[in-house]
């Protein structure tokens, strides 16, 4: 009987292990093979090579592009934490009704109705020479002429990412904030705490799993994003993915293998460094 158990436990299991090692452990392990190859302006060659990670470690412009990546990758965080908190402070806190809350929930999804092109895309017009904004701030008199960063610079990269994916840092910690005992923010007002001090030593610490869930969906995305870099600066910045697929274009698939097990492992590294800090299982 015993086994009988065993046998349908490892049967429910066997459909998503087989996923699982189909679409990941397989993709996975083929990267880290082609990595190691040798490769010309033709073909790929089989091989057994340490020189594609020596390319690309010792490359000073690997430096340079992991280095903006990662800040890309900081500022990024950094803004859709600031946001999406407060977002989901006001919904959890300041709107009573379940009907609001959930209207206002379908509201931030909307963007999320059409693809991410078009959303990038839809800032050009507002942001260019004589887009809106430069067009308004002259007609103000706050400028005497076109502010140049809006477009095409490292500010209008880090805006499209803030835009496309402060949404993944809002949802897990309003569901963070909904879990949490409202008997306790009552209990930190009756022992005299002032807004403030509840706030940072009662529904931050609570909120911490919902915002490491939201930090490594937003820092994963971002490190590993190409086409938002390659259209809003217009070829002007930089980040691993964007190097990767120039490297794909130019069919130099082995170093383009190489580079991107670095990046998973550096991401690895800063997803194990969040659940070593935050434990995520709270929440799941």
Not at 29 to 57: G, H, K, M, R
Request: with cysteine.
């Amino acid at each position: 009987m015993n086994r009988v158990k065993v046998w349908v436990t490892y049967l429910q299991v066997a459909p998503l292990a087989l996923v699982f090692l189909l679409f990941l452990i397989v993709p996975i392990a083929t990267i880290v093979v082609v990595s190691f190859f040798d490769y010309n302006t033709t073909q790929i060659i089989p091989a057994f090579l340490l020189q594609n990670y020596e390319e690309l470690l010792l490359s000073s412009v690997t430096w340079r592009t992991y280095q903006q990546t990662l800040q890309f990758a900081i500022i990024t965080w950094a803004l859709t934490l600031l946001i999406g908190f407060t977002v989901a402070y006001f919904v959890a806190f300041h709107v009573r009704s379940s009907t609001m809350q959930t209207v206002l929930f379908l509201l931030c999804t909307i963007p999320f109705w059409t693809s991410n092109v078009i959303r990038m895309i839809s800032w050009i017009p507002f942001l260019g020479r004589h887009g809106l904004a430069n067009t308004t701030l002259m007609n103000l008199g706050l400028i005497n002429q076109p502010l140049e960063f809006l477009l095409y610079s490292d500010f209008s990269v880090v805006l499209a990412y803030v835009h496309l994916y402060t949404l993944f840092m809002v949802v897990p910690i309003f569901n963070s904030m909904m879990r949490i005992d409202r008997s306790l923010l009552e209990a930190a007002r009756d022992a005299g705490a002032t807004g403030w001090q509840t706030l940072v030593n009662v529904i931050l610490p609570l909120c911490k799993p919902g915002i490491a869930i939201g930090s490594i969906f937003v820092v994963t995305i971002v490190m590993g994003d190409f086409v938002t870099v390659r259209m809003m600066s217009g070829g002007l910045s930089a980040s691993v993915g964007l190097m990767m697929a120039n490297a794909m274009s130019l069919l130099q698939y082995p170093a383009a293998a190489a580079n991107a097990v670095v990046l998973l492992l550096l991401v690895l590294g800063i997803v194990a460094a969040m659940m070593r800090m935050v434990d995520i299982r709270k929440e799941l």
